[in-house]
Structures are given as structure tokens and as C-alpha cells.
């Protein structure tokens, strides 16, 4: 990895803030940590400038109606990169990792309408001839992700944290619609979750008080989250893998709630197949996730078989490629 940068535990503060409440105000983080309004904006600045971060605004998948799938594919050995790197380049595809021996690849795809899922999995993927194999399951509900707060940073004390917590809304109810400006203020938020409230009246055509109301009303609604992407290497989380565990239809509720509170997870959910229960797994080192296994999956007793995948490289976070450790847009988007 090159150029790779050194995050202090002010950088480490400053994430964990931003992970809390991505728009939050530089002024309100620089009070909580006790420093000036500059050296907050300079520190995001230097870490947001040099890809190592970036927040970012995004929908609920299920309040707005998309079809969401964990796809499992499996390529010849030579061509998982190419694969990898070309499903990235897709907007309908988020999180996109190659995994266990580097011919598998994982990925979720956000599709808007059935049409366009099943055009990718019947049509576009099997016509890939370097592709041997395909699963897909269908996401069923979050434990942890989307608006959830990851637990895995514990720099901030826990007045700071309840200080900058945004309340979270019940997501139930009926399908949130969007119309062409929320759409539009949304391209924007994919790109830079802090963007400012005039280039978000810009791009929707709105006044400036319009979009604060509309951007509030988004996230009221739970159509709307904000997030930090950033390397996990960068904040000291050697070890990742794809935990797939099974457990019985009567235990997957409270399972998957107990995993979504695990620190070392920042996603978990519920999808179809045998192995019910998907999470992502975030540790310091081999020795750490060892233990997280035995200990805290061996602790459920619901779960009754487990299957764990590391994760080799990732290529594709959210709407951002990786390159390295930075963060950068696709081709035909601007940051």
C-alpha cells in the first residue's frame, strides 16, 4: 500500500464524529474534542483531499424500494480482477470484494426495479464466460449498517457520542417516493455528504430553504443515511471476512440482532438461502478475529453451522473504487 497516511487519535476522533452524524458542523466536533473550528477543517481537509475519506449520503434501499441482493460469483482464476473491476463500474453495484483465494467475488447490487435485477443475473453475468458460478440471495432486513452505528471506533467518550447522535427514525411504513429534485440532491450527496446547501439547491432547481427542509424530511423519513468511507486499515483493522452463518428460522431475529451490536461488525443481515444470516467481520489482527469466532459466534447458540470467507481486496466501496487505500470516483463522476 502506498503513500499510506498516519491517522493520530485527534483523526480517530474527528471519523468516529463523522461516522455518528456525517453532516455534522465542524464547530459542533470541534467543541465536543476541545480544539479550534481550523484544526478540525484542516485535519477532514487533509484526509478527505488525499481520498482517505469521504462521507456520503445515501438511500435506504428498502424504504425506497430497491431490490437489494448479496451476490456470490465465482470466476476463473485469471479473470476475478477484470470481473471485479467491471461490475464496480456499475452504479446498481456497491461493495464489491474479492475474496477467499482471489477468484471469488462478492457484491451488492441496489436495483431499481425487478427488470433490471433479473437483466444482470439471468442475461449480463451468465454471458461472462470467465464467470463458473453465480448465487444470489436476496437481503431481507439490516441488523447493522444503513443509519446503524458501527461500534468499532471507541475513541469518543460517551457524553461526545450521545452529543452527536442523530435520532434515529423508525424506517417502517409505507415506500418513501422520490421526485426529480430529491433524486437529484441525492446524485450530489452520493458524491459529498457534506456538500453544502447551495450546490444542492443548484443541482435540484430549489431554494436553499427548500432543500434543508426536503434533506431533513429525507432523513426523518429513514429514506436517507449519511456514512464515512475510509479504509479500515487506515484506523488499524488488519483482518476482514464474510461471515455466512445458518441458524433456524425461530433464532435469526434475535441472532441477528446479537451480531449487529458486536463491535467487530459493520454489517449484518438477514438474506435467503441456507446460510441465513450475512456480516461483515472487522478485526485487528488474525489472532483477534480467532477469538472473535470461538468466543462471541461460539457464544450464539443458535448458530448452527458457520462458514467464514476472507476478504483479499476491495474494490468498490459504496459509490467509490478503491485504489489503495484512497477513495476515488468512478469514471464520469466528480468528487
Known amino acids: ?8 487519535e485527534l483523526d480517530r476522533a474527528i471519523v ?28 477532514y481537509r487533509r484526509l478527505r483531499g488525499g481520498g482517505w475519506l469521504r ?5 435506504l434501499g428498502h424504504r425506497l424500494g430497491l431490490f437489494e441482493s448479496w451476490l456470490r460469483i465465482q470466476c476463473v482464476p485469471d479473470a476475478a480482477i477484470a470481473v471485479a473491476d467491471a461490475l464496480a463500474r456499475r452504479p446498481d453495484i456497491s461493495w464489491v470484494t474479492l475474496n477467499s483465494g482471489g477468484t471469488e467475488i462478492h457484491c451488492i447490487t441496489k436495483a431499481r426495479t425487478a427488470q433490471d435485477r433479473d437483466t444482470l443475473l439471468l442475461e449480463k453475468l451468465p454471458g461472462t464466460r470467465r464467470v463458473t458460478a453465480i448465487s444470489a440471495h436476496t437481503i431481507l432486513r439490516m441488523y447493522m449498517g444503513g443509519p446503524g452505528r458501527w461500534g468499532g471506533l471507541d475513541v469518543l467518550t460517551g457524553p461526545q457520542v450521545t452529543a452527536l447522535e442523530h435520532p434515529l427514525t423508525d424506517a417502517g411504513g409505507g415506500r418513501v417516493r422520490l421526485d426529480e429534485a430529491e433524486l437529484a440532491m441525492l446524485a450530489v450527496l452520493a458524491r459529498d455528504g457534506r456538500a453544502g446547501y447551495p450546490e444542492l439547491a443548484r443541482a435540484a432547481g430549489l431554494s436553499e430553504s427548500t432543500v434543508r427542509r426536503r434533506l431533513d424530511q429525507l432523513r426523518e423519513s429513514g429514506a436517507l443515511y449519511f456514512d464515512v ?6 484506523l488499524g483493522f488488519q483482518t476482514q471476512a464474510v461471515l455466512l452463518a445458518t441458524v433456524a428460522p425461530a433464532d435469526l431475529a434475535a441472532a441477528g440482532a446479537a451480531l449487529g451490536r458486536h463491535p467487530e461488525v459493520p454489517f449484518a443481515a438477514a438474506i435467503t438461502g441456507s446460510a441465513n444470516l450475512l456480516a461483515v467481520v472487522t478485526c485487528r489482527d488474525t489472532d483477534a478475529l480467532y477469538e472473535y469466532l470461538t468466543e462471541h459466534i461460539g457464544a450464539l447458540k443458535a448458530v448452527q453451522h458457520v462458514e467464514l470467507v476472507p476478504l483479499i481486496r476491495t474494490v468498490k466501496r459504496a459509490g467509490m473504487l478503491m485504489e489503495g487505500s484512497r477513495l476515488v470516483d468512478p469514471p464520469g463522476q466528480a468528487s
Open 16 to 43: 468516529q464524529a463523522l461516522m455518528i452524524d456525517g453532516r455534522a458542523a465542524f464547530s459542533r466536533i470541534a467543541e465536543l474534542l476541545e480544539v479550534s473550528d481550523q484544526t478540525v477543517i484542516r485535519r
Open 55 to 59: 462521507v456520503v449520503g445515501l438511500p
Open 229 to 234: 468511507e475510509i479504509d479500515p486499515l487506515l
Open 1 to 8: 500500500m502506498n503513500e499510506e497516511v498516519e491517522l493520530d
